[in-house]
């Protein structure tokens, strides 16, 4: 079996050093945003018990939508 070598040498990237035209930095930021304040919200919003409405959480289904254009019309 061929060894694989894009796995040999393992290092620690700065938020500086560049990958695909980006820093490290700035693709931590597009995948993660502000997860640290979601997570403080929602942690806020369970301890406080906050209640939410099944009705106003948006569906991205494709079933659902049509099914509410057929309501609409």
């Not at 993660?32 to 403080?40: A, D, F, I, P, S």
Request: glycine share 8%; hydrophobic share 40%.
């Amino acid at each position: 079996m061929p060894k694989n070598i894009r796995f040999d040498c393992v290092g620690v990237l700065s938020a500086d050093t560049k990958i695909l035209g980006a820093t490290a930095g700035e693709w931590d930021k597009a995948f993660t945003g502000n997860m640290k304040q979601k997570l403080q919200e929602l942690k806020r919003l369970v301890e406080c018990g906050a209640q939410r409405n099944p009705g106003a959480i948006p569906v991205l289904d494709v079933a659902s939508t049509v099914s509410k254009h057929l309501r609409q019309s």
